[in-house]
């Protein structure tokens, strides 16, 4: 039976933002409408700005470097190498809008900015 639902398109995933009961590997027929994204004057929805997201990347993340983190606050949701496993294992865990980023490999040369 067909249904609605909304998802979001973040760093090559399609997510949808609510939990879908599908068998593992079963296929779907998508069909695709695309909404504007609203611009923050416009949404009666508060920000996200991801503070606690970014604060808990600007501590020593030493043990992720190279690795995909899911971020939910300031807990680490997952890690991973493969973002589509650490976006799964978010999914699993219950974390509707998790915050994805990559940690950087440590190079030994800092950045200076030029």
């Given amino acids: 039976m067909p249904r609605e639902l909304e998802a979001v398109y973040e760093h090559g995933v399609?997510?949808?933002l609510e939990p879908l009961s599908l068998a593992e590997h079963q296929r779907v027929r998508l069909t695709l409408e695309e909404k504007p994204a609203r611009l923050s004057w416009e949404s009666s929805e508060l920000i996200r700005e991801?503070?606690?997201e970014l604060q808990w990347l600007a501590k020593d993340v030493g043990p992720y470097a190279g690795e995909w983190v899911a971020l939910d606050g300031s807990r680490l949701v997952a890690h991973g190498t493969k973002l589509a496993d650490v976006s799964a294992a978010a999914t699993?865990?219950?974390?509707?809008e998790p915050f994805f980023a990559r940690?950087?490999?440590e190079t030994g040369v800092p950045f200076g900015g030029w």
């Fill in 14 to 16: 399609l997510r949808p």
């Fill in 50 to 52: 991801r503070r606690e």
């Fill in 103 to 105: 940690v950087p490999r």
């Fill in 92 to 96: 699993v865990a219950g974390v509707l």
